[in-house]
């Protein structure tokens, strides 16, 4: 039956009857189950503090320091309270989470199965950005949770044709699509896209590598999204081709049927140790300083907190992790017990932990994801030379 039809129904009823007769209303189980899994959705919004770097969650505003992009992009706009020299050393070290994709409209986007994949195992999606998702702490349900509250209502899935993906190919080359995207093996050349102007800055960074399309994208929706792009994200920075629903299906089939696949990072071998004395002044000021200090420091520098790695943040807890200092990182950090280790024991695999953490980062950008975590955490993993020179450290009895 018609909802309307039911509904008046229902109207009729309630007034044909008594008020001592009429039953109590009460909400249906799917209602009552939509509800607590929306709420419970929510809770892990902000218990993985999604807000810090996205917006479109749905939370209200975090504190001013509790706001990764949001400060990152007041210190570029030079609109922080600081010295000249201070902000325009914060404005050489911002390179790699400037910004980062609004969530408000991804469930009119995305894929409910690759969401909840991607939250568990992040891998790189913009190659223009240099951070990537963090790996949180998240179980397996708590990813499907979270991957239904952004995704409520997938659309239908739509087929392709790939005898239309040949006309799709000539139009993705006239529309200068790899002027914004990276396409598999292809990175992007930034240059006038059709009807456009060379794309820069946050249009750059967070276009996505569309070899990914076909994963992450939910196929009734694609169409939609290349005629009018704004009519499914109105923040979006996609340009409108104003494209005819026959271009839109046959650029749609081009991106479906590629088989160009995400680059994976090449296996880099580690650096022999180094034969020269390594001092803590050395890989401080090229390692800790310069890479873990803002998530692993004192209250100070963090203005009022120690730093996710520290005092907690992100789904994990306080971690005890501070690296401002050689007697700070010497006084080790919380293990899985709840104890205090040092940072230069070995794990089980005979590797000192923290050289470990700096080799799982390179695995998990190659797609390889273990059970400890890599670090740093979301952001591109140390040089060669940075793991040779704190491997190197250890080695030597990471003396002062």
């Not at 306080?318 to 919380?334: C, H």
Request: aromatic share 6%; glycine share 8%.
């Amino acid at each position: 039956m018609p909802l309307v039809l039911l509904f008046l129904a229902a109207v009729i009823l309630a007034c044909s009857s008594k008020k001592e007769d009429r039953p109590k209303l009460t909400p249906s189980a799917s209602a009552i189950d939509a509800s607590a899994s929306a709420t419970a959705g929510q809770q892990l919004l902000a218990r993985f503090e999604c807000h810090r770097c996205h917006a479109g969650t749905g939370l209200d505003e975090p504190a001013p320091e509790k706001q990764c992009v949001g400060c990152h992009r007041r210190i570029l706009a030079g609109e922080m309270d600081s010295s000249s020299d201070s902000s325009e050393a914060w404005k050489r070290n911002l390179t790699s989470l400037p910004v980062a994709p609004d969530l408000a409209h991804v469930g009119k986007k995305l894929k409910r199965a690759w969401v909840a994949d991607f939250l568990r195992r992040p891998h790189k999606v913009r190659p223009g950005l240099p951070a990537s998702m963090p790996r949180l702490p998240l179980s397996d349900n708590e990813a499907a949770l979270l991957s239904t509250v952004l995704i409520p209502a997938p659309s239908g899935d739509q087929r392709f044709s790939e005898a239309a993906a040949a006309r799709g190919a000539e139009l993705f080359a006239s529309l200068n699509c790899g002027a914004c995207h990276a396409f598999g093996s292809a990175p992007a050349r930034p240059r006038n896209y059709a009807g456009g102007t060379t794309p820069a800055g946050d249009a750059l960074m967070l276009a996505p590598d569309l070899a990914l399309t076909r994963h992450r994208f939910q196929s009734g929706s694609l169409v939609a999204w290349l005629m009018n792009p704004q009519s499914l994200d109105p923040q979006t920075l996609m340009p409108n081709f104003a494209l005819t629903e026959s271009q839109a299906v046959s650029l749609a089939a081009f991106l479906w049927f590629s088989k160009e696949q995400r680059p994976v990072p090449a296996l880099v071998e580690r650096l022999p140790i180094l034969e020269r004395d390594v001092g803590w002044d050395e890989v401080f000021e090229s390692v800790f300083k310069n890479v873990c200090w803002h998530c692993h420091s004192d209250a100070e520098f963090a203005m009022g907190d120690g730093g996710a790695g520290n005092t907690g943040g992100f789904g994990y807890g306080a971690k005890g992790f501070d690296v401002s200092s050689y007697e700070a990182i010497r006084s080790g950090a919380m293990g899985p017990d709840g104890r205090r280790r040092s940072v230069f024991a070995n794990d089980e695999n005979g590797v000192p932990l923290l050289l470990a953490v700096l080799l799982a980062r390179r695995a998990e950008e190659r797609g390889q994801h273990a059970e400890q975590i890599g670090m740093p955490l979301g952001f591109p993993s140390m040089s060669a030379e940075q793991i040779q020179l704190v491997e190197s450290w250890i080695a030597q009895g990471h003396l002062r």
